[in-house]
């Protein structure tokens, strides 16, 4: 018996220290698995990040038409007096796969804004030149007068171009009183730009209602985003663009734009003068003094005109981009300013 008592001592102890093992080695094999678990994890939210941010291609987006207009629609491919008119859907859709990108970053959001020179005529930039409209431009191309002047360094004395009103600008830093730090969405480079012509939007912003403008084709198609890299083709209606005839008509700029403002009725004056000519109907401004509108109607008082045998044939409009006035309704309703984008191509 005292052999036995002198052993159960003995016994717990070796019991214990292995049962200390055990739940060391239990712990431990626990933990290897929860490490194991949590880079697993991390692993997929990475991989899931590098994908969200992933630049998008033309082959990314779904693009598919549920067209919502009985009238007017034109095919993908059309005749055209003696030739044949096309959408451009290679090209819709590499901006769409712009738009996607840029969307799935972390942006605070701009808009360049000088409508009328409201915030001030830009400062004549370091090599300009005299249009034929005799008006300053950069050598781009970019009028002064409605634009916003982009330096290249913050201390520069001069601008080195001009920035579109309207431009979409992703906005890099405002550290000081006057300047503002941007790089172009609608443009290429990172500029310095006084702060009075720039309208931030914060990072919240979703576009998911863009307007393609073709000046090549004269034809719009309006999409609209109903998932990641999906879209849906709206409309696909002939159009009439700006034309090139000086000193009044311009033509419609390529590039892309926020829409800015939109009025029931665009009224307009009679070339050369203050005097009120007519209106246009359904108007939904993008840049400078360019509109998406319906018919004009060349009397104040007159009622609104459905379509115009003109839309889809050449360019004739002032900068404007002319549409059915039920299709003009339909972008006036759906875009909302600072949220949609109008892009022209040619």
Known sequence: MRKIAFFLPLFAILLTVACKNTSKNTSAAERRKQDSLEKVKKAEEEAREAER???RTAADIKLDKDIKFEKYNLEDTYPYEDTTRVFQFDKIKERLAYIETFQAQKINYGVLQNYKNRNREAPVVENYVRNAYKRVSDTLGNERYQSAPLYREENSKKPSIYGRDGSLVRIESADTLDM?????????????VPKRYVKTKG???????VAFVDVTNQNICVVERTGENEWKIRSMNPATSGRHKPPHAMETPVGMFFVQEQKAKMFYYKDGTTSIEGFAPYATR???GAYIHGVPVNNPKGKIIEYSWSLGTTPRSHMCVRNASSHAKYVYDNFKPFQSVVVVID
């Not at 990072?203 to 209602?209: G, L, R, V």
């Open 53 to 55: 941010t992933r630049p």
């Open 180 to 192: 503002v730090k941007v790089t172009g969405i609608s443009f290429e480079g990172t500029w310095f």
């Open 203 to 209: 990072d919240s912003i979703k576009i998911e209602h």
């Open 286 to 288: 993008f840049t400078n």
